[in-house]
T-cell receptor
């Protein structure tokens, strides 16, 4: 399909391990966003890319979280030395224009991360 | 971005119209009202957005009051598949990064 694709769909890791989550945005979408959704809560913003530039990382909870989008398309969210509070669904969204400009964000179905 | 207030839950009979309210009394002139919904185990799905005029698409209608301090999302003929959490979000046209700030939303249960 032509939607936002995220992989893996589910990830289980032991506390202290590093994990990498992948997002394939809709082709041609300039803007890419990562959100974190804890159980029973609404999604919370983590970081934003415009092409390959990370313009806002104000939502990243700690320096253990790192995101990249080196070629302005696929993005990877990496979490180092995972902790139990990192357990959540990680959502990726993309939109077609810079700064949104009123265009809606389209979400993937997320990666459910469980830290044991 | 302005805050929004929504009822935590609502019920609707299948086939009837579902009217979901949202208050955004501090909305400013350059802010749009967006509606998303999230079905269990899926990512949020965009429904509709508007600035000040009423909007309609194949999924829903959005009615915004003249003072823009509140809005209503209308699903004209609700089905069981419309059971989801519905989020009303206010977002500035040019806010940094266009990030969405989600509240708790309204959990809509469509019952047979």
């Amino acid at each position: 399909g032509a939607g936002v694709s995220q992989s893996p769909r589910y990830k289980v890791a032991k506390r202290g391990q590093d994990v990498a989550l992948r997002c394939d945005p809709i082709s041609g979408h300039v803007s890419l966003f990562w959100y974190q959704q804890a159980l029973g809560q609404g999604p919370e913003f983590l970081t934003y890319f415009q092409n390959e530039a990370q313009l806002d990382k104000s939502g990243l909870p700690s320096d253990r979280f790192f995101a990249e989008r080196p070629e302005g398309s696929v993005s990877t969210l990496k979490i180092q030395r995972t902790q139990q509070e990192d357990s959540a669904v990680y959502l990726c969204a993309s939109s077609s224009l810079k700064q949104g400009l009123g265009q809606p964000q389209h979400f993937g179905d997320g990666t459910r991360l469980s830290i044991l | 971005d302005a805050k929004t207030t929504q009822p935590p839950s609502m019920d609707c009979a299948e086939g009837r119209a579902a009217n979901l309210p949202c208050n955004h009394s501090t909305i400013s002139g350059n802010e749009y009202v967006y509606w998303y919904r999230q079905i269990h185990s899926q990512g949020p799905q965009y429904i509709i957005h508007g600035l000040k005029n009423n909007e309609t698409n194949e999924m829903a209608s959005l009615i915004i009051t003249e003072d823009r301090k509140s809005s209503t999302l209308i699903l004209p003929h609700a089905t069981l598949r419309d059971t989801a959490v519905y989020y009303c979000i206010v977002r500035a046209f040019y806010n940094q990064g266009g990030k969405l700030i989600f509240g708790q939303g309204t959990e809509l249960s469509v019952k047979p």
